[in-house]
Every structure is written in C-alpha cells, then in structure tokens.
T-cell receptor, first 115, second 113 residues
C-alpha cells in the first residue's frame, strides 16, 4: 500500500476486555515497530519485528501485551484484560530493513480508550 | 541519563522569527539521526535526516556535532504552520551491536501571528 495502515482508528472498550490492534506496513518494508503514546507524552517503544521475528520486545509493559507478525506483512498487537492505564494512541511504523539508518514511516494510529 | 534528550519547550515565537532546537544523545556510537514533526493528535512524520556535514531543506537546517553529541534544527522565517512538536531521533548502538532508533520526547513550537 501507499502507507502504513492501522485499524481500527478508534477503539472504546470496557476494562477487562481483550483488544486486538492491526498494522499493515508499507509493502516491502521488513522492519515493523509498535509504539504507545499517552496524551501529552512522548513515544514509548513497545516491540520491534524484523520479518516475523521479534529481536526486541523490551518495551512491552506487562505480560498482558503480546504481538505477532505473519511473514513480512501484517502485525497484530493484543492487549488482554485491558486496564484504564492502557488508554493511549498505539502507533505502528515500518522501515525498509532492520538497519537503523532507515527512517520509520508511521501509520495514523489506533486511539484506544478503556472505560 | 536519557539516551535522547530534548527541551520540551514550548518555544513561543512570532511569525518570521528564527528558532533553533538542540537535542543531545548519550551513545557515542550513534550513526543515524533524524528530525520528525508531530502535529497535535497526529502521527509523527519524517521532516529530514541529519547528515554529518549538515544539511538544509528550504527554511530548515539540520546540523550534527559529534564531539558534543548533539544535533540541532534551525527554522528560519517561521510560519504559523510550523507550530508542532519536533522529535529528535537517534540510532542507539548496544554493546551487543544491536541498534535501534530512539525517539526523544519532543520540543513543542508555537508560532504566533
């Protein structure tokens, strides 16, 4: 596709429910990243994929968070038993390869609100 | 010490002013540097890469000072549309050789009429 696509754009759910967020990277981009951004805060790194392996999961805040990626395509970020502090914008980015000399291109994000 | 540090601002400047932001980084092995722009409630967008010799793109000039481990962004003739948060991005090289891009928390710029 022309850009990174994320869905849904907005998600409102009750505390305790599970949510699944989807990211479709730019075609041909092998590296994929998930970030979280709370209101008025900076980007918080969650996880990075190279292909379908995740060499860096250091940012996942708890075991309620998990992510997977199929091949060099779509990734899903799953949050189980959501809590109110999970409310944030979840941003996905992709880049051409794992080399960090490549800029990342972001999707529009999923705005998650936990009631 | 944070890996990438920026003054959060806000920097309040009138239209037409020149404004500069600095960003310091802790990892002396860093090789790649970028400036991103993020508008309110939008995703970050790449503004420009930062090259060793410095580079210019219209009203925007980026510079790198390896000795002091900082990068800068200069905006000349500020426009109202330049109001945004500017994110400094640096690749951090771990002892294992693993590298990743680290985003600063951003500097907020407000340009007023």
């Amino acid at each position: 596709g022309a850009g990174v696509s994320q869905s849904p754009s907005n998600k409102v759910t009750e505390k305790g429910k599970d949510v699944e967020l989807r990211c479709d990277p730019i075609s041909g981009h092998t590296a994929l990243y998930w970030y979280r951004q709370r209101l008025g805060q900076g980007l918080e790194f969650l996880i990075y994929f190279q292909g379908n392996s995740a060499p860096d999961k250091s940012g996942l805040p708890s075991d309620r968070f998990s992510a997977e990626r199929t091949g060099e395509s779509v990734s899903t970020l799953t949050i189980q038993r959501t809590q109110q502090e999970d409310s944030a914008v979840y941003l996905c980015a992709s880049s051409r390869n794992e080399g960090s000399n490549q800029p990342q291109h972001f999707g529009d994000g999923t705005r998650l609100s936990i009631l | 010490r944070k890996e990438v540090e920026q003054d959060p601002g806000p920097f309040n400047v009138p239209e037409g002013a020149t404004v500069a932001f600095n960003c310091t980084y802790s990892n002396s092995a860093s090789q790649s540097f970028f400036w991103y722009r993020q508008d309110c409630r939008k995703e970050p967008k790449l503004l420009m890469s930062v090259y060793s010799s410095g580079n210019e793109d219209g009203r925007f000039t980026a510079q790198l000072n390896r000795a002091s481990q900082y990068i800068s962004l200069l905006i000349r003739d500020s426009k109202l549309s330049d109001s945004a948060t500017y994110l400094c991005v640096v690749n951090i090289v771990r002892d294992t050789g693993f590298q990743k891009l680290v985003f600063g928390t951003g500097t907020r710029l407000l340009v007023s009429p």
